[in-house]
């Protein structure tokens, strides 16, 4: 990703504010964080398997289409002109199936990763604000959006918040 010059700017700008101001900034690694926990690696796991379930629908329906065309164009000159009309509408008609059922396939796959990391990153946040809080931070950034170019190790909250993380997963089972 590229940033651009105003969020380059605002970076630098809040940089001098809150030097002078003496707040505590600290910063995270959703990424990081995401690969990490074992409940957003487990989310991850089942949908990947739900995708590749999606994915083996969409590439059997490519085949049938491919294999209708192949037959269609290979009985073409066998075919009175009315028959052939018939496959070529038939061949269009399953065109649009799966056209349909592909976008159907995209959208549902989206709605469930959707429905999938949305608590996560809930938890994520949460676990984040309360140890931003408890540590007196000002303000906690996401590194992983590109955002934080030099900080202090000591501001890096990422390991605490997975372990934050794992130790209420635990806490829940």
């Known amino acids: 990703m590229k940033m651009t010059g105003a969020i380059i700017?605002?970076?630098?700008?809040?940089?001098?504010?809150?030097?002078?101001?003496?707040?505590?900034?600290?910063?995270?690694?959703?990424?990081?964080?995401?690969?990490?926990y074992s409940v957003a690696r487990e989310a991850e796991e089942a949908y990947q398997r739900e995708l590749e379930d999606l994915n083996k629908q969409v590439?059997?329906?490519?085949?049938?289409?491919?294999?209708?065309?192949?037959?269609?164009?290979?009985?073409?000159?066998?075919?009175?002109?009315e028959r052939l009309k018939e496959k070529r509408l038939e061949l269009e008609q399953k065109q649009q199936e799966y056209v349909r059922f592909r976008q159907q396939a995209e959208q549902k796959a989206a709605?469930?990763?959707?429905?999938?990391?949305?608590?996560?990153?809930?938890?994520?946040?949460?676990?984040?604000?309360?140890?931003?809080?408890k540590e007196g931070f000002d303000l906690v950034l996401d590194a992983g959006a590109a955002v934080?170019?030099?900080?202090?190790?000591?501001?890096?909250?990422?390991?605490?918040?997975?372990?934050?993380?794992e130790e209420a997963q635990g806490s829940t089972q």
């Not at 700008?13 to 990490?36: D, H, M, P, R």
């Not at 590439?59 to 002109?81: P, Q």
């Not at 934080?148 to 934050?164: A, F, N």
Request: charged share 30%.
């Open 59 to 81: 590439t059997d329906m490519e085949e049938e289409l491919r294999a209708l065309a192949d037959t269609l164009e290979a009985r073409k000159y066998l075919f009175s002109e």
């Open 148 to 165: 934080v170019v030099y900080s202090k190790p000591e501001l890096d909250l990422t390991d605490r918040v997975i372990q934050s993380l």
């Open 111 to 133: 709605r469930r990763n959707e429905e999938l990391s949305k608590p996560i990153v809930a938890d994520i946040e949460e676990a984040t604000r309360k140890i931003a809080q």
């Open 9 to 36: 700017l605002a970076i630098l700008v809040f940089g001098l504010c809150s030097a002078a101001y003496g707040q505590k900034v600290g910063f995270v690694n959703a990424t990081s964080i995401f690969e990490q």
